[in-house]
Each structure stands twice: as C-alpha cells, then as structure tokens.
C-alpha cells in the first residue's frame, strides 16, 4: 500500500536520504547516475565566485594565457575531485569518514573542523554574492536598506533547501529546472560578449605580469579542490562508482572552464569594472542576473549541507537537520560581516590546507590499500585501538609537509605553484613514512 502522500509530490525515499548521517548509506538511497551527478556538478560548477574567480586572471595574464590556465587547472583539479568521489560511492561513505583509515578516527577530527570553517566560509561568501547582486536589482525599488533583507532571505533559502537534502535538491530542482535556467542565462551572456567586443584586440593584448602563469593554474585549480572535503557527501548516493566518477568530471570540468573563461572575458569586454556591473550591462542583463541568483543557491547549499556532515564525524549522535539550521544561521552571521575582497586570498588558503590532505588519502587509498577499506577501518568500535591516540602521526607528518611545500612554493618559487607540488609532496611523505615503517603493508593493517 502506498505511503501518505509527499510534500510538493517529493519521493518519500528523496527526503528519507536527508536524514542520513556519517553511517553508509542504505542501498534504498543510492540512485543517482551518471546524468544526476554530470547536472550536480555542472551546477555546482557555475556561479558568480566562479565567474569573479575567472575576472581575477586578467589584467595579469593575456586571454590566450589566461584560458590555458583555465584548462590545465581544470584537468588537475578535476581529477582529484573525480577521485576523491569514488570513495564515497564506493563505500557509501561521507569524506571525512573517509579519512578514517588513513588518520585514524580522531586523527580525522582536525580535518573536519577545518573543513566546516571553510565550508561556512564558502557558505557566507555565496550568500554575501547573491545579497549584494539581488540589492543591485532592487536598488531603484529599494534602496541599499534591501542588502540585509537579501541576506536573510537567501540564507533562509539556503537552509530550506539543506533540510531538503541531497536527492530532494539533485532531483527535483536541478534537473528539472536549475540547470537548464543557468545554462541558458550563461549561454546568453556568453554570446552577447563574444560579439560586442573586439576579440581580436583583445586576444592580442599582453597581460601586466601582475599574475604568474603558475599562480593563474593555482587559482583555477582553487575551485574544484574546494570541494574535495566534500564530494564525497553527495557522490555516496551513487549506483555505482564508474558512472559517478564520470558524471562529476564531466560536469565540472564544462562548468568551471566555461564560467572562469566567461569571467575572464566579462571584464575584457564590457565597460564595468566589477563582476556584477559587467552582468548588468548586458542587455537583459537584470533578467539572467536573477536567474544565475536562483541557481546560486544550491552551491550554499552544499557548504551548508556537507558542514553539518563533517561536523556529526566529531559528534555523531547530533541531529543533521538541526545542524543545518545551526550552520545556516552561522553563515548568515557571517554574511552579514565578510568583506568579499578577501575572497582570493581565502582560495589560496583553501588550496594550501585541501590539496595535501587528499594527497595523503589518495596515497593510502589508491597506492598502499588498492582501494580496500574494511567496515572496521571506516567505523571502529574504539577511538583509539593501537593507534597512539586513536590518531595515525604518519599521515598527520605527510599533511603537514604537503602544507608546508605549498607555503614554500608559493612565497619563494613563484613561478612553480603551490598546488601540484604540495599535492606530490604529501603522497611522497605518506608513502614513504609508511613503506619504512611497515614494509610494503600500509601501517593501518595492524593498527585499526
């Protein structure tokens, strides 16, 4: 006999997988496919930070420079993201769960907390991009009293749809309406700049040397590295783990080289200075400025969401739902305070702390493990069993040199970047720590 009926005609099994915490996930809620995570990530991919990131590669670099960077940093990125989502399919597990084996169980703690800062960052930089693009819109109407009215009501948005949880928001918003509403705005933009502005003048145009080539692939790679803590939040609801691997980068790599390109060519053509400005010179812009807000939101809701998940890693008995409310509300706080001028900086920090923590995990996992994690590995019974306080130093060690490879990189090599390197330093210092403390066996085998 069917159940009660719905909410909006929502599958019951859609709002069921809302619920669900650190544990793996039950079979009945793993059914996204390929085409679900190619219109999750795609739209995870586009945006107006991604579009903002995109316009910080020029003057520095010339548009012939800037788009090489664009696709090499995209392939780099995308890789990892792709790999870090195939453990979370593979196991139906959360990321920071996933870092289990690797760390230990407490020694995954730190990585979560860090995690939730830079995801409520991210979180209130989203809501602090649409409130200031929403006050623009309704400016004449108005007035600048309507930022704050903005913030409220996309922050509440936001935790609405993070209540909804991950299959409600694939399923019945973005593939339904979302994505097609962003890909036709972008695709107008796009199009309108592509044939105002003199291309050919612009192609020829030299960068002022004010961005290395090096730093531009660090600062496209930023993107999809950010969400390597929490990929694997959305991908553990797969079918399987080929056709999510597949689907998530595809679907980032178009999003993210179209919208950096986009951003990069905005402020080369259009008369406007700032990101929104340009969207707003273009004709019909108000209208596709409104659309990209709508769209925007899911990438909120994603920092919302997998914030609440890194933080029942730590206190696993906590409610989800009540953490989302917890952590939207921190994000509207913050929104409320956060100066948007700090947002490149904040990328570079995001890729200095993110990029060496996968390392570590693609070491253990893929090299030393043959992508072999038992129920054990992933949920001990103790916090600590023979691991010195339920922490693996080796992996903690190999974290913190792959961090401080990215800072020596980035202050007295410029040239090299921070990203790759940080990223082969700390697989080599895991993989090395490990083979001379343990032989060939990964040390967790005796050690879980």
């Given at each position: 006999?069917?159940?009660?009926?719905?909410?909006?005609?929502?599958?019951?099994?859609?709002?069921?997988?809302?619920?669900?915490?650190?544990?793996?996930?039950?079979?009945?809620?793993?059914?996204?496919?390929?085409?679900?995570?190619?219109?999750?990530?795609?739209?995870?991919?586009?945006?107006?930070?991604?579009?903002?990131?995109?316009?910080?590669?020029?003057?520095?670099?010339?548009?012939?420079?800037?788009?090489?960077?664009?696709?090499?940093?995209?392939?780099?990125?995308?890789?990892?993201?792709?790999?870090?989502?195939?453990?979370?399919?593979?196991?139906g597990v959360p990321s920071m769960v996933s870092?289990?084996?690797?760390?230990?169980?407490?020694?995954?703690?730190?990585?979560?907390?860090?995690?939730?800062?830079?995801?409520?960052?991210?979180?209130?930089?989203?809501?602090?991009?649409?409130?200031?693009?929403?006050?623009?819109?309704?400016?004449?109407?108005?007035?600048?009293?309507?930022?704050?009215?903005?913030?409220?009501?996309?922050?509440?948005?936001?935790?609405?749809?993070?209540?909804?949880?991950?299959?409600?928001?694939?399923?019945?918003?973005?593939?339904?309406?979302?994505?097609?509403?962003?890909?036709?705005?972008?695709?107008?933009?796009?199009?309108?700049?592509?044939?105002?502005?003199?291309?050919?003048?612009?192609?020829?145009?030299?960068?002022?040397?004010?961005?290395?080539?090096?730093?531009?692939?660090?600062?496209?790679?930023?993107?999809?590295?950010?969400?390597?803590?929490?990929?694997?939040?959305?991908?553990?609801?797969?079918?399987?783990?080929?056709?999510?691997?597949?689907?998530?980068?595809?679907?980032?790599?178009?999003?993210?080289?179209?919208?950096?390109?986009?951003?990069?060519?905005?402020?080369?053509?259009?008369?406007?200075?700032?990101?929104?400005?340009?969207?707003?010179?273009?004709?019909?812009?108000?209208?596709?400025?409104?659309?990209?807000?709508?769209?925007?939101?899911?990438?909120?809701?994603?920092?919302?969401?997998?914030?609440?998940?890194?933080?029942?890693?730590?206190?696993?008995?906590?409610?989800?739902?009540?953490?989302?409310?917890?952590?939207g509300g921190t994000c509207l706080a913050l929104?409320?305070?956060?100066?948007?001028?700090?947002?490149?900086?904040?990328?570079?920090?995001?890729?200095?702390?993110?990029?060496?923590?996968?390392?570590?995990?693609?070491?253990?996992?893929?090299?030393?493990?043959?992508?072999?994690?038992?129920?054990?590995?992933?949920?001990?019974?103790?916090?600590?069993?023979?691991?010195?306080?339920?922490?693996?130093?080796?992996?903690?060690?190999?974290?913190?040199?792959?961090?401080?490879?990215?800072?020596?990189?980035?202050?007295?090599?410029?040239?090299?970047?921070?990203?790759?390197?940080?990223?082969?330093?700390?697989?080599?210092?895991?993989?090395?720590?490990?083979?001379?403390?343990?032989?060939?066996?990964?040390?967790?085998?005796?050690?879980?």
């Amino acid at each position: 006999m069917a159940g009660p009926a719905q909410p909006l005609g929502v599958p019951r099994d859609d709002l069921g997988a809302a619920t669900v915490g650190v544990e793996p996930v039950p079979a009945r809620f793993r059914v996204l496919g390929f085409l679900d995570y190619f219109v999750l990530w795609a739209d995870l991919g586009v945006g107006l930070l991604v579009l903002a990131a995109g316009s910080y590669l020029v003057p520095g670099l010339g548009l012939p420079q800037a788009l090489a960077a664009i696709v090499l940093g995209t392939a780099a990125g995308n890789l990892m993201l792709g790999l870090a989502g195939v453990i979370g399919s593979e196991h139906g597990v959360p990321s920071m769960v996933s870092l289990r084996p690797s760390f230990g169980r407490r020694g995954s703690y730190l990585p979560s907390l860090i995690n939730v800062v830079q995801l409520v960052g991210w979180g209130a930089f989203e809501i602090v991009i649409m409130a200031q693009a929403s006050s623009r819109l309704s400016g004449p109407i108005l007035g600048l009293a309507s930022y704050p009215i903005w913030t409220v009501g996309w922050a509440a948005i936001v935790i609405l749809m993070a209540l909804g949880g991950p299959l409600v928001v694939v399923r019945q918003w973005l593939e339904k309406i979302g994505i097609w509403l962003v890909l036709l705005t972008i695709s107008w933009i796009a199009v309108y700049a592509l044939t105002r502005g003199n291309l050919g003048s612009i192609w020829a145009r030299p960068g002022d040397g004010s961005l290395g080539f090096a730093q531009a692939i660090d600062l496209v790679v930023a993107m999809p590295i950010s969400w390597l803590p929490l990929v694997a939040d959305f991908n553990r609801f797969a079918k399987d783990s080929r056709s999510s691997f597949a689907g998530t980068v595809a679907g980032f790599a178009v999003a993210n080289v179209m919208c950096y390109a986009l951003g990069a060519l905005l402020i080369l053509v259009l008369p406007s200075t700032d990101l929104v400005g340009s969207i707003m010179t273009v004709a019909f812009g108000a209208a596709g400025l409104a659309l990209l807000l709508g769209d925007e939101t899911d990438n909120a809701f994603a920092d919302v969401y997998s914030s609440a998940i890194s933080i029942k890693n730590v206190v696993p008995g906590l409610s989800t739902r009540a953490l989302v409310a917890a952590v939207g509300g921190t994000c509207l706080a913050l929104a409320l305070t956060v100066d948007l001028a700090s947002f490149q900086g904040f990328l570079y920090l995001v890729g200095s702390l993110i990029t060496p923590l996968f390392g570590v995990l693609f070491a253990d996992y893929f090299l030393l493990r043959r992508r072999r994690y038992t129920s054990e590995e992933l949920y001990p019974l103790e916090l600590g069993g023979q691991l010195p306080w339920g922490a693996n130093p080796i992996a903690l060690l190999a974290w913190a040199a792959g961090v401080g490879a990215y800072l020596v990189e980035t202050t007295y090599v410029h040239w090299l970047g921070g990203t790759l390197p940080s990223l082969g330093a700390s697989m080599a210092a895991y993989l090395l720590m490990s083979l001379a403390i343990k032989g060939a066996r990964p040390p967790h085998e005796t050690t879980t």
